[in-house]
């Protein structure tokens, strides 16, 4: 404080600028600045009013600690898409961190999500399969001969996995086929499609209309898998042959196709099925002929998908190679590139991919990986041959995991 | 999930943009992945609009075409054309015995978006026969694409569904009966043309700011966004500048005033014009906070509930409309954002007279604006937030199922994204705009006030003895400047006092929060004049908060003087 000096003068009463009668307001940039009222600035500069005083303004800090696109690139929007929820629902043998083998158990991802990954099921007394299918909105769930339909439970962001906030159940029981095991599901005609397996020439196909359950075919060899395909529903068999129906109440009527192909996967592209059967061998279906498409030498085929990267839809691949390498291959209808994109050489546990998927506008490969069980990997954008790296995401917890599948929903 | 757009001049002409999604946890480049763009698709250096609808995000300005991103993240020119074929058709195995027309429909069963129908086929008379349709189309022109549909009109009706097939079938053999035929295909339908802005309103897309028809406004089939259906003129002809949704009212802000577009059919939408004096200066600049729109234009600052329409410019109106008049292009291209966290409405503007070397938001403090009695509002708290940095936008982000969002901010030629706010208040840090390139400065000055007491003549006016200042500051220093005179600038060597606040830190200890220093007691001498003006000033400040002052004094002379050289000093 300034050492006072003598002051001539009389001393006039003190004016108070603040209390609790008195609010600080913002600028008033009138051109007389001897106008400006008492509670007024005529200059005010990165602050804020709050409670009648004048506050700091908070600082910025930057997101990204390397630059966006380029170093002068011009972030010139911003914006918050909260898009509805769109998870890829993983199924395991076994539960990850707790059982490579018992039972099994299904998670899902979705990156709006944290933990992204996140266990969600477990149903540690099933012996047989589980299996996957979305019908009427809803996301169904076959586990050994029990139907159920998933009630979602998000765990909080951030927070815990959802098997963490809600336990090992989040199915209603819908159905029970005593004496089957639910193998596949597909949605088709307004109705779900169930095929359940007894054994050959014992299984039959079952469908579901969200009232009442219906025996489509009977006496056949176990279902697979299905596809759409055209306005028909293709079904593969684990034994041989694929079988086709036509829209129509249930039961229906299904014609069959003679060939050796025990399905795994199956999928539609340009009007033709194709088949994966886990082996070295890509099968197709034109609508005549059911035959080989595609051999790839010492190959394990399994994943089969179409994706779309913007300019053009591609039919891709998944196998484990003779070397035992995770590798997609890619076709255009035209021509097979069978080393489209080698996962291994960039990650180098990665192996069979079981299955492949669209999903966010990536191309996703859902595999086991050499001792360390399930992973993703999934392309930056449309960079479906690894030119930007795949994201490889790992399984929710500790510890080794069975053997892995998924859907989108 | 989070979108960001980047600009890049490009080499010759034009730009290279890039869109992107990313995540709350983001901390680098590599946590952004780039959506693909059709490759006929190029960016415009536009700031772009977009609006939600069906789960779905639909964006107009910021590319050459209007754009929709996909709950799956495909990235889409909005609107398919139709077929550019005519259907051929001939007759084959079947059982059908009626006359048929056939149509071509491309379609993209993930949006479940089609295009127009094609030109007809000729008319096929058929006697127990099927319809054999070849030299199918199998490029449509268009990535989305992922089926061609058929369609029959028969015996005269309307055009009903047959089948579809996936995208590379060459022919089909079809014989489905008229029971069996699918939906009708009822409605004419074009493509949008290329505009500016948008919005959603009672289930249509609404669009302007088609720069062959600025003053055409065009609406969607309803349910159906990609689909136009209606245009609308403005009535008084002018441009339009931009759209906005304030309760269920669709304003189109024009040039010089506001029109105002109302019904739900065909046949009662209309428009008229709502506010004839009132314009919009840019789309961007208007932000709706708690239901009113904030409007900037020409004359300053309006609010609008879709209804009333209230000035909150009173103390700044001068000031804003010439730098608007200096400025009119910064102005016109314009942005604003809404920070909820500390209830402000900015307005970027960039270069600003009143501030040296920075870029400048008006920055408005809305908890005042409220009705008011008479029918009036009341206005905002103006300040300045200023940046040595320029940037491009600003939207609050929210996490998924989040219910609170933090402001961020695009950079400008940085390649980079930055939080508002983003610091914990109690650490050191927190107040400062560490990722801005130069100095943050904090100033806070008061009128030229002279207390109510201007004395007499020239002989008379005030010593000033002592003031007392209420200030915290955490962390770091702040300086207080005092300017005394007659008037705000003159003498230009007015006597100033600088004074040092040290920081001081709040203190906890026997349970209490022992509050930071927060007076300080200045003597003054030789500080006189008719007024006084406080300042306070702190670079890159640490959460300072400023309560007010107290001022004393005596009488004194204070002569409008032509030196520094003061009586009694």
């Not at chain 1, 266990?119 to 099933?126: Q, T």
């Not at chain 1, 790839?296 to 399994?302: D, F, K, N, S, Y």
């Not at chain 2, 003549?457 to 220093?477: C, Q, S, Y």
Request: aromatic share 12%; hydrophobic share 35%.
């Amino acid at each position: 404080m300034a050492r006072r000096g003598l002051e001539l003068g009389n001393r006039r009463p003190a004016v108070l600028r603040t209390g609790p009668e008195f609010k600080w307001r913002g600028m008033w940039l009138g051109a007389d600045p001897g106008s400006v009222p008492p509670n007024r600035l005529r200059h005010g500069e990165n602050i804020r009013f709050r409670d009648g005083a004048i506050h700091s303004r908070g600082g910025l800090a930057k997101v990204n600690s390397t630059t966006l696109h380029s170093s002068t690139a011009n972030v010139i929007d911003l914006q918050d898409f909260q898009v509805r929820t769109r998870k890829l629902y993983t199924l395991f043998t076994g539960c990850p961190g707790l059982s490579t083998t018992v039972g099994f158990s299904a998670g899902w991802y979705d990156a709006d999500q944290s933990p992204a990954w996140q266990r969600g099921v477990y149903y540690n007394s099933a012996t047989g399969n589980m299996v996957a299918g979305v019908y009427d909105g809803q996301l169904y769930l076959g586990v050994d001969d029990k139907l159920r339909v998933l009630k979602l439970i998000n765990a909080p962001y951030g927070n815990s996995e959802s098997l963490a906030f809600a336990g090992v159940e989040q199915g209603e029981h819908l159905g029970e086929f005593t004496g089957f095991t639910i193998t596949a599901l597909q949605e088709f005609d307004g109705m779900l499609f169930i095929g359940l397996d007894a054994g050959a020439g014992a299984s039959k196909i079952v469908t579901w209309d969200g009232l009442t359950f219906r025996d489509d075919v009977t006496a056949i060899d176990p279902p697979s898998a299905f596809c759409k395909w055209r306005d028909k529903l293709v079904g593969g068999h684990s034994t041989s042959g694929i079988r086709i129906r036509d829209v129509g109440a249930s039961p229906g009527t299904w014609a069959t196709v003679a060939g050796a192909v025990a399905a795994v996967h199956m999928t539609s592209y340009k009007d033709v099925v194709y088949i994966t059967e886990g082996g070295t061998e890509i099968w197709s279906y034109d609508g005549t002929t059911l035959g080989v498409a595609r051999t790839v030498a010492g190959a394990e085929i399994r994943g089969i998908t179409t994706y779309n990267d913007g300019s053009a839809i591609y039919l891709f691949y998944g196998y484990q190679s003779s070397g035992s390498e995770a590798v997609i291959g890619r076709f255009d209808g035209t021509t097979y590139v069978d080393a489209h994109y080698n996962i291994t050489t960039t990650y180098s546990v990665a192996r069979l991919p079981r299955t492949l998927l669209s999903y966010r506008g990536g191309l996703v490969a859902v595999t086991n990986t050499a001792a360390s069980g399930g992973r993703l990997y999934i392309s930056k954008g449309n960079d479906t041959d690894g030119t930007v790296a795949y994201t490889e995401v790992t399984q929710p917890s500790s510890g080794t995991s069975g053997a892995l599948d998924a859907v989108v929903f | 999930m989070w979108l960001a757009r980047t600009t890049v001049a490009g080499g010759s002409f034009g730009a290279v943009g890039k869109q992107w999604w990313w995540l709350p946890t983001t901390t680098s480049a590599a946590g952004f992945t780039e959506i693909p763009v059709p490759s006929n698709i190029n960016v415009v250096n536009l700031k772009e609009t977009a609006a939600h609808y069906d789960g779905s995000l639909f964006i107009c300005g910021g590319w050459t075409d209007n754009m929709v991103l996909t709950p799956d993240l495909n990235f889409w020119a909005q609107g398919i054309r139709a077929p550019t074929v005519v259907p051929t058709v001939a007759t084959g195995a079947g059982t059908l015995t009626t006359s048929v027309i056939c149509y071509l429909q491309w379609y993209d069963a993930e949006t479940d978006e089609g295009s127009p129908l094609s030109a007809p086929s000729t008319t096929l008379a058929l006697s127990a026969q099927g319809v054999s349709w070849t030299s199918l189309p199998t490029d449509p022109q268009n990535p989305r694409v992922t089926h061609l549909r058929f369609w029959r009109a028969v015996d005269g009706s309307l055009p009903r569904l047959v089948t579809e097939r996936q995208i590379g079938v060459t022919s089909i053999l079809e014989s489905t009966a008229v029971g069996d035929l699918g939906e009708a295909f009822t409605e004419d339908f074009e493509k949008f043309p290329r505009c500016r802005y948008n919005a959603v309103w009672r289930d249509r897309q609404v669009m302007a700011g088609d720069d062959e028809h600025p003053d055409t406004l065009y609406l969607s089939l309803i349910g159906l966004p990609e689909r136009k259906s209606i245009s609308l003129r403005t009535k008084s002809g002018q441009p339009i500048t931009g759209l906005a949704i304030v309760r269920d009212t669709l304003l189109v802000g024009c040039t010089r005033s506001f029109e105002v577009v109302s019904g739900y059919t065909e046949d009662d939408l209309a428009i008229e014009i709502a506010q004839p004096q009132i314009g919009l200066a840019s789309h961007h600049s208007m932000r709706l906070i708690h239901g009113n729109l904030w409007v900037p234009n020409e004359i300053g600052f309006y609010v609008t509930d879709g209804s009333g329409w209230f000035f909150v410019g009173d103390d700044i109106e001068a000031k804003f409309s010439g730098e608007y008049k200096i400025r009119r292009d910064a102005y016109e291209r314009s942005w604003a954002f809404h920070d909820p966290f500390d209830k402000i409405y900015g307005l970027y503007v960039g270069p600003h007279t009143d501030v040296a070397s920075k870029n400048v938001f008006w920055a408005a403090a809305y908890d005042g604006v409220t009705p008011l009695e008479g029918g009036r509002m009341g206005q905002p708290d103006w300040s300045y937030d200023t940046f040595s940095r320029g940037y491009s936008c600003g939207e609050v982000l929210y996490i998924p199922n989040g219910r609170r969002g933090d402001l961020y901010l695009g950079g400008s030629a940085d390649g980079t994204i930055y939080k508002a706010n983003n610091y914990d208040p109690n650490v050191s840090g927190y107040d400062d705009d560490v990722a801005d390139d130069g100095t943050k400065h904090l100033i806070i000055r008061t009128g030229a006030e002279g207390y109510g007491d201007f004395g007499g003549d020239l002989a008379h006016g005030k010593r000033f003895t002592e003031i007392d200042m209420f200030l915290a500051t955490e962390f770091k220093d702040s300086t207080l400047n005092l300017y005394a005179g007659d008037e705000d600038a003159y003498p230009a060597r007015a006597v100033t006092k600088t004074f040092l606040m040290e920081a001081s830190r709040a203190t906890s200890a026997d349970d209490y929060v022992w509050q930071s220093k927060r007076v300080w007691s200045f003597g003054l001498a030789n500080v006189s004049g008719r007024r006084l003006v406080v300042e306070v000033r702190a670079d890159t400040t640490h959460r300072l908060e400023w309560a007010g002052y107290q001022v004393y004094w005596k009488e004194g002379p204070a002569p409008r003087r032509e030196s520094a050289t003061l009586e009694g000093a």
